[in-house]
Each structure stands twice: as structure tokens, then as C-alpha cells.
């Protein structure tokens, strides 16, 4: 790959582009084309060497003049070439320790203690219980520190020595082209120690396989399928490793006559017709337990809404509860009685109402002639 494309081209950035858009596109194109992440690729080597060359020449203001006015003349032609101008800086590196650090799994001096994995832990909740929050034991089954060895991996009375191959750095350095690039030492793994009379107990891992009981906090007002955080619960690390953390999953479970809308909990009732006509006080469940009465206004049809307010769900993180919403329906009896039939023909009768085969028939041919 030519070195002498224009810089701007190379890093995909327009010529007004100041030092922060400049570092940003070179951050990029070097997560993007480090050949650490690129083994495979024989291009990603070159594209890294000319972004870090573009970067090299356009972060320094006196060598971006120079480039502005001349073009690659300005500043000896390819960087590093046999003669050139000027040679590759390694010092443009200083401020991308971060990028560094994801690539290579270090930050530092020595590598970062491996963290435990993060568990997940899936657990059935009632409605009262997602509503009015609870706290509720439970056992997980995790990896632990190993107490014989204290999470050191080396049996009692031993300990990790200083790896011989990094000299207790955790990391190598690898010259690569003119990039030294830094890694971790495969021989302790980045620890910086190795184990040379590993634990009995845990085989050199620092960890064995135990269980532990918690009191889960359920805050009111949690979801299906929300997910609590316990920073710490997880997998202890290996060798003295940090731990991961622990994710409760929930499902609430379904409770009739209840559904939910939000933070309000929904109440279909259905009532007979002359309730709703004439009005009336009903009892009515609450997810308490302790039904509560509710006044039916004369002439209120069905779809109607009844609210009671602050028996509903509670708030998530905000406190306060929603509502309970009664929401009236009218029952039919399925099998009415005799008595229940003539008084209901009485009543259709006095309004007008179709009723029976024929009236309806009648009614239906009046309304489309």
C-alpha cells in the first residue's frame, strides 16, 4: 500500500479537522487495523503503519504547515524512509494507553487481575410481590475463593514466585516493524507470579465451587423481566481476581382478577344491568386482600371507569402507587329463569327493545327498506 496517499484521505478527516477530530480518526483506524487484531489480514499491518504516519504528521502543527503548503515534499516524503525528513515518533502513542489497554487487557504496569464471571439468577415473584416489593432469600451456586490457599493458588505454606520470563512486569515487549508494541507475558498469563506448587484443593485456580445465601431486596414496582445488579455476587476471579457480579432476572406471575397497566393495576367487573341503571355500592378484591367498596353512580354505562386512587402499583424509584381501575361491564346471565325471562320481555316490551326471532326479523327488515 502506497504511503503517499494524501494524510487527510488516510485518516478520513476534512482539512479544518482540529486535533481532537485528528486523534479521534486515528483512534479508530488503529482499533481497526491493529495487526494484533488482524492476524489473518496481510493489509491491516501497512493501513495501521500509514495511519499512524498521516496521525504522526498532522498532529504536529509544524509538520501539518509544512504538509499544507508543500504535500509530502514538506515533510521528507514517507515517514521513516532511508533520508527522509523526518522519522516515525513513537511518542504519539502517549495518549492512547486506553487503546493499548483494550488491546492487550492491561492498564499499567502489570496485567489486570482476571475478574469472575457474572452470574444470572432467575427468580418467580408475585404480583403483590413485584407491587409492594419484598425480600426474598436465595441460594446461588458460584465460585468462591479458596479458603486453604486464600484465592493465592499455591498450596499452604507456599507462594507465587516472581515469573522469570517477565521479571514480575506481567507484560513483554515485542518490537514489531518500528512499532514496540506491549504484551502479556504468556508465561504467567499477565500475573506477573507463577505457581510452581499449585493448591490440592483448587488446583492452582484460587477457587472452588460453593454456595451462598442471599436476601434479594425487591423494590416495589419491578417488571417482568427487569434485572437487579449485585456488585460482587458473582464468580470470585481466579488467583485472587476480582468478583463478578450477580444479575437477578424476574418473572411476575400472573394473579386474576388483576392485570396491569403501568402502575395501575385493572379490574374487569362486570354487574348487572339494573346496578348500573339504578346505582348502587359494590365490593370489590384489592391485591391487598382486603376488598374495598365501591359506589356505582344511577346510570352509568358499561365501559365506565372507577378509580381508587393509590391501590394501584408502586412507583418504581419515585415512591407513591399507581391506581386500581374498576372498569364495569355488564353480566349476562347465561341461563336465566323463568321469572328472570318475563320480567326481562316486560322490560323490552316497555322500551321497545327487539326481542325473539320475529321482533328482531321485523326490526332489521324496517331498518334496511
Known amino acids: 500500500m502506497s504511503s503517499r496517499r494524501d494524510y487527510y484521505e488516510v485518516l478520513g478527516v476534512s ?15 488503529a482499533r481497526e487495523y491493529h495487526p494484533d487484531r488482524n492476524p489473518e489480514n496481510p493489509h491491516a499491518s501497512e493501513r495501521f ?10 498532529s504536529d502543527p509544524e509538520k501539518r504547515d509544512r504538509y499544507d503548503r508543500l504535500g509530502h515534499a514538506g515533510v521528507g516524503g514517507a515517514a521513516g524512509g532511508a533520508g527522509a525528513g523526518f522519522g ?5 502513542f502517549a495518549d492512547f494507553s486506553d487503546l493499548f489497554g483494550d488491546l492487550f487487557g492491561f492498564a499499567g504496569g502489570r496485567e489486570r487481575p482476571t475478574a469472575g464471571s457474572d452470574l444470572v439468577y432467575r427468580m418467580e415473584i408475585t404480583m403483590k410481590d413485584a407491587a409492594f416489593g419484598v425480600e426474598a432469600p436465595v441460594v446461588v451456586s458460584r465460585l468462591e475463593r479458596c479458603e ?4 493465592s493458588g499455591a498450596e499452604p505454606g507456599s507462594r507465587p514466585t516472581t515469573c522469570p520470563v517477565c521479571r514480575g512486569r506481567g507484560r513483554q515487549r515485542i518490537s514489531q516493524g518500528f512499532l514496540m508494541i506491549t504484551r ?32 434479594i431486596r425487591i423494590p416495589p414496582g419491578v417488571e417482568n423481566g427487569s434485572r437487579l445488579r449485585l456488585a460482587g455476587e458473582g464468580d470470585a476471579g481466579p488467583t485472587g481476581g476480582p468478583p463478578g457480579d450477580l444479575y437477578v432476572v424476574l418473572t411476575v406471575m400472573p394473579q386474576e382478577p388483576f392485570e396491569r397497566e403501568g402502575d395501575d393495576l385493572v379490574l374487569r367487573l362486570d354487574l348487572p344491568f339494573p346496578t348500573l341503571v339504578l346505582g348502587g355500592e359494590v365490593s370489590v378484591p384489592t391485591l391487598e386482600g382486603e376488598p374495598a367498596t365501591i359506589t356505582i353512580e344511577a346510570g ?24 386500581l381501575v374498576v372498569r364495569a361491564g355488564v353480566a349476562v346471565p347465561e341461563k336465566p329463569t323463568k321469572k328472570e325471562k318475563e320480567l326481562l320481555r316486560a322490560y323490552a316490551e316497555e322500551i321497545g327493545a327487539p326481542v325473539g326471532g320475529k321482533t328482531v326479523l321485523d326490526k332489521a327488515k324496517k331498518i334496511f327498506s
Not at 18 to 27: G, I, M, V
Not at 300 to 317: N, W
Request: include cysteine.
Open 148 to 151: 486453604p490457599c486464600k484465592g
Open 49 to 58: 503503519k500509514e495511519a499512524s504516519e498521516a496521525y504522526a504528521v498532522l
Open 15 to 29: 482539512r479544518s479537522a482540529d486535533a481532537t477530530e485528528l486523534k479521534s480518526a486515528y483512534r479508530r483506524l
Open 88 to 92: 516515525f515518533d513513537p511518542s504519539i
Open 300 to 323: 352509568t354505562p358499561a365501559g365506565s371507569e372507577i378509580r381508587l386512587r393509590g391501590r394501584g402499583v408502586g412507583r418504581l424509584g419515585r415512591g407513591g402507587r399507581g391506581d
Open 184 to 215: 502479556a507475558c504468556p508465561n504467567c498469563g499477565g500475573d506477573g507470579k507463577v505457581i510452581e506448587k499449585p493448591c490440592r484443593e483448587c488446583r492452582g485456580d484460587g477457587r472452588r465451587r460453593g454456595s451462598r445465601k442471599l436476601e
